[in-house]
């Protein structure tokens, strides 16, 4: 007695093998939309109290990032400017801005603004951002053209393959320290070769490898060990 | 299939993401005022900060300004100085301390005055500092963005840079090291992005300046 027809020999068998196929499309999938700027927020631009534009004030003013951020160099965090630090110049410009009500209103009260975070690691990975600083990672190495956001959007995953992505080669991107703030810096060409010490460097590896010497870097086995972020 | 899948997402949650833990400036639902950083009781003293040496602090010897660094002035200072100066005083000072900066530039009702008029040229080092420390007039106080020492260090810069503009070397104290041309702005000392917005500062208005 046959149930099934001769015919589904074929069909399950091709069901079995292209299972394999719709199995991995689904891996591939997953880790797309893991990927993706819907899970990792990365370009999306979020609300803010006030529209704070870096575009404006680094760009545009020239004001140095150390005017704001100022605990960048020396410890973890790079830190959030109090409302006085945007009073200090809007206390006598733009004072009548609605756009500003919420920062003068904030003056007055001594409530913080509330900003929304834009780069959040979990809390499970350290960072820090003073070793990265010395060791010539510029900030815009991660966090993209700031000078050029009116509203502040995250460049990067900020997944851990992200990271490693450097950590397994810190010489592709680091840069001599004092240029670290400079958000218009180039990486070094033909046309344009970087100086440093007094030697001229024509390309990026070079100039990096000589930079990991020069600022004494671990080795890649330590700085990609998982005690390294997850402490 | 649709199963596995549905056991498979039940293993997406944000639980180790979130977990009860502060990083800095995080908003906190507990406290009233939602800071998770609290602020310390008055009268405080952290580790290290005890203020034992007063002058380094204040810039005052009673109630006098005094005249002179508490420590050595050396060329790294002096690189520090101009650093520091760059980032926090010359928005509003300018470069060359004229006090026609970029952001007074687009209209602050009180202009900065310049440090090159005679009062402020006569004016003792200690007085610099206290008005970074408790601000002067319409201008802020810079005390929690500048660390002491950094703000001595400024202080000796713009010393410098007051001497530059009107420098006989018998101005120059005895082992300081002052540059004797006026400091060079065209190279990014602190790396900061160079404005789109052409300004030119006018570099000699210490002669303009009434005097």
């Not at chain 1, 196929?21 to 370009?43: C, D, H, K, M, N």
């Not at chain 1, 200090?88 to 900003?115: D, F, M």
């Not at chain 1, 995953?157 to 218009?184: I, T």
């Not at chain 2, 260090?153 to 410098?160: C, N, S």
Request: glycine content about 6%.
């Amino acid at each position: 007695m046959q149930i099934f027809h001769r015919s589904t020999n074929t069909l399950s068998r091709a069901t079995i093998y292209g299972a394999i196929f719709v199995v991995a499309a689904l891996f591939w999938a997953a880790a797309e939309i893991q990927r993706s700027p819907y899970v990792t927020y990365a370009g999306v631009r979020r609300p803010q109290p006030v529209p704070f534009s870096h575009q404006h004030h680094v760009a545009g003013l020239g004001i140095d990032c150390r005017y704001c951020h100022t605990s960048v160099e020396t410890s973890s965090f790079a830190g959030i400017p109090p409302t006085k630090t945007c009073m200090n110049c809007h206390a006598q410009i733009w004072t009548n801005a609605a756009l500003l009500e919420p920062v003068r209103e904030s003056y007055k009260s001594g409530k913080s603004l509330v900003w929304t975070r834009v780069n959040d690691l979990p809390d499970f990975a350290y960072f820090n951002h003073s070793i990265h600083i010395n060791k010539g990672v510029g900030c815009n190495t991660c966090h993209g053209p700031v000078d050029r956001m009116p509203l502040m959007y995250n460049q990067a995953s900020l997944q851990m393959e992200w990271c490693l992505e450097c950590h397994r080669a810190p010489e592709k991107h680091l840069r001599p320290r004092d240029q670290v703030f400079n958000m218009r810096y180039e990486e070094p060409s033909e046309s344009k070769p970087v100086e440093v010490d007094g030697k001229p460097y024509t390309d990026q590896v070079s100039l990096g490898t000589d930079l990991v010497k020069k600022y004494k870097l671990r080795t890649v086995t330590d700085i990609t060990s998982c005690s390294t972020c997850h402490r | 299939m649709l199963f596995t899948a549905f056991v498979a997402l039940a293993g997406c949650r944000q639980d180790m993401h979130d977990q009860p833990r502060f990083k800095p400036f995080a908003r906190s639902d507990f406290y009233t005022d939602l800071r998770s950083a609290r602020p310390p009781v008055e009268g405080t003293v952290a580790r290290g900060q005890l203020r034992e040496d007063s002058y380094l602090y204040t810039g005052k010897l009673g109630n006098d300004p005094g005249d002179y660094l508490p420590f050595p002035v050396t060329e790294e200072l002096l690189a520090r100085g101009q650093q520091r100066y760059d980032i926090y005083c010359a928005p509003c000072h300018s470069r060359v301390g004229d006090g026609n900066g970029v952001i007074v530039a687009r209209g602050f009702p009180r202009k900065p005055p310049s440090y090159h008029i005679e009062r402020l040229r006569q004016a003792p080092l200690g007085y610099f500092f206290d008005v970074i420390t408790n601000g002067y007039g319409s201008m802020t106080d810079y005390a929690t963005q500048i660390a002491p020492r950094d703000r001595w260090a400024i202080v000796a810069y713009i010393r410098a840079l007051q001497l530059s503009q009107a420098a006989t070397s018998a101005d120059v104290p005895a082992g300081q090291k002052v540059p004797s041309d006026p400091p060079q702005f065209e190279e990014l000392g602190s790396g900061a992005t160079p404005p789109v917005v052409e300004t030119k500062p006018a570099r000699h208005s210490a002669q303009e300046e009434p005097k």
